[in-house]
């Protein structure tokens, strides 16, 4: 499910549900959790978070998505990743959609394949990803691209997405743990004192009321109903704006 592996002073963390294309549920939730543990325990310098089989991550798994818990657990790991007193890296090959786009960016930074796939197809099913993941998405790549994948749900291939600096280096894993190796050897308070204030400059973190209650609306409505009865069924929803 969720495979950690210590390198000297980067820990791999892998998500290995091929069968899911790496969706996450709440037992995957639950490993990633330990391993941000598991690499505080461990004093690693460099976490680099990758998926198994040619893909990183393909969202949530639906079965689970409308439970509360899930939500809770999800915001737990993404803001675990962007904490760290380590720097956090995403090896991405293949999709990382949905879920999947919220721990790219959640981490400090991201390797990708040029074939690889970002997007948030939250408008297919009627749901809606928290405001952080708005601004994170709008501080990485900007007002315009945010709209574009938030508002189309297109799919923004690892090549455009180093054009427009949401993936720093174009790669596979071997790459990765390059970059991940020569970034550990680095002054590790420095590195800290570093993360610090590139957080502090982030958009603020607070939820406005506005998106609040459009938010428990979407989580609440029969739209999302719909649009998960639709993804089972395999057919196209017919969303009703209720």
């Not at 791999?12 to 598991?38: M, Q």
């Not at 393909?58 to 790991?77: C, N, P």
């Not at 020569?182 to 998106?211: M, N, R, S, V, W």
């Amino acid at each position: 499910m969720i495979h950690v592996e210590q390198r000297e002073r980067v820990t791999v963390v892998t998500i290995d549900r091929p069968e899911r294309r790496n969706a996450l549920d709440h037992e995957a939730l639950a490993g990633l959790e330990s391993a941000l543990a598991l690499a505080h325990e461990a004093d690693s310098r460099v976490l680099a978070l990758t998926g198994a089989a040619g893909h990183f991550c393909s969202g949530a798994d639906l079965s689970g998505v409308e439970d509360e818990g899930f939500v809770a657990a999800l915001s737990r790991v993404l803001h675990g990743l962007r904490r760290a007193p380590f720097v956090t890296m995403a090896v991405i090959d293949g999709f990382a959609l949905g879920a999947g786009t919220q721990l790219a960016i959640s981490c400090d930074l991201r390797v990708a394949s040029a074939t690889a796939g970002f997007g948030v197809p939250a408008a297919k099913l009627g749901l809606m990803v928290d405001q952080w993941t708005v601004r994170r998405l709008v501080a990485l790549v900007g007002q315009s691209t945010a709209r574009h994948v938030l508002l189309s749900t297109d799919v923004i291939a690892g090549q455009r997405a180093y054009d427009l600096g949401l993936v720093h280096r174009l790669g596979g894993l071997d790459d990765g743990l390059e970059w991940a190796d020569h970034i550990a050897a680095l002054a590790p308070l420095t590195l800290q004192g570093l993360k610090i204030g590139l957080d502090e400059a982030d958009p603020f973190e607070d939820t406005t009321l506005a998106y609040g209650a459009a938010f428990d609306t979407a989580w609440g409505s029969e739209d999302l109903a719909e649009g998960l009865a639709a993804f089972s069924e395999k057919r196209r929803p017919q969303f009703r704006g209720q």
